[in-house]
């Protein structure tokens, strides 16, 4: 689909989130436009188009305001050729939040710098596989469990050969065949205590729970490692019905702060606290 189109007297740009329209009688604009298409340099356009310097500088501030332009000479940010060619539909994403200050590599060179742990490797498996598809540079994860037959109607990194295997050693396996650029580490390691993933979580950029077992007490050990190194969480799980994802900052509040204001608004919340740690 094309973003560039004439109606009438005006170009309207933009297909997705917004639409802009132009008013462009002469057709100047659109073949101004229409040179911004990476091959010419401001100098080119100074030399060709048919508007003067301060015109040109103000268009491109003016298409860069709106968010439709890049500098297509943007470095990229160490990616090689074939992570270029890997990620191309990454890059096609970020190219929606680009402009001439920050490029589209730019997003993906910090995905490749980045590291994030994953807690849990059942329901937070294909989490791990996204991330290492999408060019996470480091994935960790999780877990103590064997893969069960029942898993597999949606924890699908797993087979039917999997049954029996540690969901550690075998997302591990995966992931690896998913992408070999990707450093993994898979920690086989029931959590008990925030102390037992201190060591793995520290100079993480994001922490991922998916640690149901048991519930709320093990979201509060996550939680306080997570705090004690202050890298933000993800964490999530699901009902009968319903998918709950939650972040939480904590520089800006903690989960053990939401169960503290659950307390307040929630009369009911303290019995089933009291319920889960057996008081």
């Given amino acids: 689909m094309n973003p560039i189109v004439r109606s009438g007297d005006n170009i309207r740009l933009g297909f997705e989130r917004e639409v802009f329209e132009i008013e462009d009688k002469d057709g100047v604009i659109l073949r101004f436009i229409m040179m ?3 091959e010419n340099t401001l100098e080119d356009l100074i030399s060709k188009c048919d ?11 003016a298409l860069d305001s709106i968010g439709v332009i890049e500098d297509f000479d943007a470095s990229v940010e160490g990616l090689t050729l074939s992570e270029l060619d890997r990620y191309r539909a990454n890059l096609t994403f970020f190219s929606n ?14 995905l490749k710098q980045s590291k994030v742990v994953v807690l849990g490797l059942g ?13 996470v540079g480091q994935v960790i994860g ?11 109607n949606r924890q699908f990194l797993y ?25 993994v580490n898979v920690h086989n390691l029931k959590v008990t205590s925030p102390d037992d993933i201190l060591d793995i979580i520290s100079g993480s950029d994001l922490v991922i729970n ?5 519930g709320i007490v093990a979201s509060r050990w996550v939680n306080a490692a997570c ?17 709950i994802w939650e972040t939480i900052l904590p520089d800006c509040g903690c989960y053990d702060c939401f169960l503290i204001r659950s307390l307040r608004v929630d009369k009911h919340f303290e019995h089933q606290l009291r319920a889960l740690y057996e008081t």
């Fill in 210 to 214: 998916g640690i149901d077992s048991p």
């Fill in 123 to 135: 329901g937070a498996s294909l989490t791990a596989a996204s991330l290492v598809g999408l060019g």
């Fill in 97 to 110: 939040f680009s402009d001439l200050k920050q490029g589209k590599y730019s997003y993906q060179s910090k």
């Fill in 159 to 183: 087979t039917e050969d999997s049954v029996g295997s540690f969901k550690s050693l075998e997302t591990e396996k995966r992931l690896k065949q998913i992408n070999k650029d990707i450093i």
């Fill in 36 to 38: 911004l298409n990476g």
């Fill in 227 to 243: 705090v004690y190194h202050k890298v933000p969480i993800v964490q999530g799980g699901i009902s009968n019905t319903k998918i």
């Fill in 142 to 152: 999780v877990d103590y469990d064997t893969v069960e037959l029942s898993n597999l």
């Fill in 51 to 61: 508007l003067s310097t301060r015109e040109i500088m103000d268009g491109l501030e």
